[in-house]
């Protein structure tokens, strides 16, 4: 069982940036593949990042690469998504999942549906930006 919670949300602007974390609890936090997911008022949930439990790998949904990080520490069961360079269309609420191993190729992740093969849950963080 993994217990997921966000934070670090909030109302920016444009060009500014934000630093998301997942907090887990769960002794097997660090087998988990983590990813953060996005969902804009009205649209379905969307993927955003996925990082493997080493941190080594990571896949990038195209409109944040470059701009966002996605990196975790074990060490206190927390995975980051830093978000750089801010645009109005990155507003939403952005959701921390943990997916059981094995770290899979990008399309499992990337393809629209991806969020309904997740195993846990955090209840998500909003972040608006503002143009």
């Known amino acids: 069982q993994v217990q997921l919670v966000e934070s670090g949300g909030g109302l920016v602007q444009a060009g500014d940036s934000l630093r998301l974390s997942c907090a887990a609890s769960?002794?097997?936090?660090?087998?988990?593949?983590m990813v953060w997911f996005r969902q804009a008022p009205g649209k379905e949930r969307e993927f955003v990042a996925a990082?493997?439990?080493?941190?080594?790998?990571?896949y990038y949904q195209e409109p944040v690469k470059g701009r966002f990080t996605i990196s975790r520490d074990n060490s206190k069961n927390t995975v980051y998504l830093q978000m750089d360079t801010l645009k109005s269309e990155d507003t939403g609420v952005y959701y921390c999942?943990?997916?059981?191993?094995?770290?899979?190729?990008?399309?499992?992740?990337?393809?629209?549906?991806?969020?309904?093969?997740?195993?846990?849950w955090g209840k998500g963080t909003l972040v608006t930006v503002s143009s």
């Open positions: 769960g002794r097997t936090f660090s087998t988990y593949v």
């Open positions: 999942a943990a997916d059981a191993p094995p770290w899979r190729n990008s399309y499992y992740y990337i393809r629209p549906s991806s969020f309904r093969d997740m195993d846990y």
């Open positions: 990082v493997s439990w080493t941190g080594t790998s990571t």
